[in-house]
């Protein structure tokens, strides 16, 4: 298994390349998503620098590949040009890039070729910031002109034949078997990954957090729970809190008590907290029979009365 680094290409107030109302940003987020999937199906660690709406500044990106120690760094745009008749695909690395990088970068444009596109433009060169502080193999994809309407259409219609694609084209790159009938059984390892990157797919798109959304939970995880808390109290219950993503006295003294039967993101964060800690339930929002039980017994396990109610005590130690 390799980790590897998909980069949705600006996000946020930045729209990258626009024409009318379709935003490179938006597009970028759609094929990332895609190779993600096919990757994570292919049992491949992907972690992406962006699974939402979000500005991430560009040395951020390149930090988030790093810290992960990533194999292999793709990062997602769209070309424009002010001639609308300019199209078709090209791949970057970064100048006096090692030669395998430009091998890596063809692999890629190569796959993307057998799909179909209007112009194979090849691999180039130049000196961007996401290539140049990023330490893993790294290329830029610009899948196409944004600013030309046959493009788009190419776009569209290839999208999930691209991301397979692109898919296919890192796994050779980093000498992995690309299998197309992968993912029928997932194992119970994986299948707990798949949830802990749902809930911070979550977080990203409710609270804004802009997690790596890794399956990893550490402290950036847990901070964007505890300000999920603190805005809900505050949307629900009009708390009043600082939501800063730090559990002190007054979100304590806050804290409403969460029982079965209730239906709300409380409840949501309260599975999710309780899902971190190793509990086997589903995270859905819903305080059910399964909930209660993990609540007791996570309650047993902290000395707290075991009433399966979480109010203050117990959320202050599914913070802890
Ligand atoms: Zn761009």
């Not at 409403?256 to 995270?283: C, E, H, M, P, S």
């Amino acid at each position: 298994m390799k980790t590897i680094v998909l980069d949705a290409g600006h996000g946020g107030y930045d729209y990258g390349a626009v024409n009318g109302s379709q935003y490179e940003k938006d597009d970028n987020l759609k094929m990332a998503r895609l190779v993600a999937a096919e990757l994570e199906r292919q049992g491949e660690r992907v972690v992406m620098t962006r699974d939402s709406d979000v500005f991430i500044p560009l040395l951020q990106r390149s930090i988030i590949s790093n810290d992960h120690n990533a194999d292999m760094f793709v990062s997602f745009h769209r070309n424009a040009f002010t001639n609308p008749e300019a199209n078709g695909v090209e791949n970057y690395i970064q100048i006096n890039s090692p030669p395998s990088f430009a091998q890596n970068a063809q692999n890629v444009l190569d796959e993307i070729d057998k799909v179909g596109v209007l112009h194979n433009r090849g691999v180039k060169s130049n000196n961007f910031s996401v290539l140049r502080n990023t330490r893993a193999p790294a290329m830029l994809l610009e899948l196409g002109f944004i600013s030309n309407a046959r493009d788009n259409a190419e776009f569209d219609k290839n999208a999930n034949a691209y991301a397979v694609a692109i898919a296919k084209g890192i796994m050779r790159s980093l000498g992995e078997t690309y299998n197309p009938n992968a993912g029928g059984g997932s194992g119970g390892g994986s299948g707990r990954r798949d949830t802990a990157r749902e809930i911070q797919r979550g977080l990203n798109e409710t609270y804004g957090a802009g997690l790596a959304v890794d399956g990893l939970y550490g402290p950036a995880t847990r901070r964007a729970l505890v300000r999920a808390f603190q805005t809900e109290l505050n949307e629900l219950y009009g708390a009043g809190l600082v939501a800063d993503g730090v559990f002190g006295a007054k979100t304590k003294a806050a804290a409403r008590t969460v029982r079965r039967g209730a239906r709300n993101n409380l409840v949501y964060i309260l599975q999710a907290l309780l899902f971190f800690k190793d509990y086997d339930i589903a995270v859905d929002g819903i305080f059910g029979a399964a909930t209660e039980t993990a609540v007791k017994a996570f309650q047993t396990s902290r000395n707290l009365a075991a009433d399966g109610l979480a109010g203050p005590n117990t959320f202050a130690a599914l913070f802890n």
